[in-house]
């Protein structure tokens, strides 16, 4: 089991940066992979980029490609997120999530992963 800890939300104007990190337990981390979602009220978590056990080869959400940077340091157990470029529709709670084995669900699906942090606001002002 892990348990994950979101960091570094908080209030940017649009056109600026943020780095999320999240924080996992455990002496495992290195056997899940990783996932970021979004998610605003009254809408379903939407995948924003996923990462593999390795940190090779991340996959992301065509909406934030080439703005945004997933990357995971297993010597820390932790996962980063660099946003960059933010756009006021991007403004939600960014959760990150463990995904321990595969279940045949795609690393877009929520259904995949099978740990969640509980989040971090990030609020994109004009």
């Known amino acids: 089991q892990v348990q994950l800890v979101e960091s570094g939300g908080g209030l940017v104007q649009a056109g600026g940066s943020l780095r999320l990190s999240c924080a996992a337990s455990?002496?495992?981390?290195?056997?899940?992979?990783m996932g970021w979602f979004r998610q605003t009220p009254g809408k379903e978590r939407e995948f924003v980029a996923a990462?593999?056990?390795?940190?090779?080869?991340?996959y992301y959400a065509t909406s934030v490609k080439g703005r945004f940077t997933m990357s995971r340091d297993n010597t820390k157990n932790t996962v980063y997120l660099q946003m960059n470029s933010l756009k006021r529709g991007e403004a939600a709670v960014y959760y990150c999530?463990?995904?321990?084995?595969?279940?045949?669900?795609?690393?877009?699906?929520?259904?995949?992963?099978?740990?969640w942090g509980q989040g971090t606001q990030v609020t994109v002002s004009s």
């Open positions: 999530a463990a995904d321990q084995r595969p279940n045949g669900k795609s690393k877009i699906n929520v259904m995949r992963y099978d740990y």
């Open positions: 455990g002496r495992t981390f290195f056997n899940y992979a």
């Open positions: 990462t593999s056990r390795t940190g090779g080869s991340p």
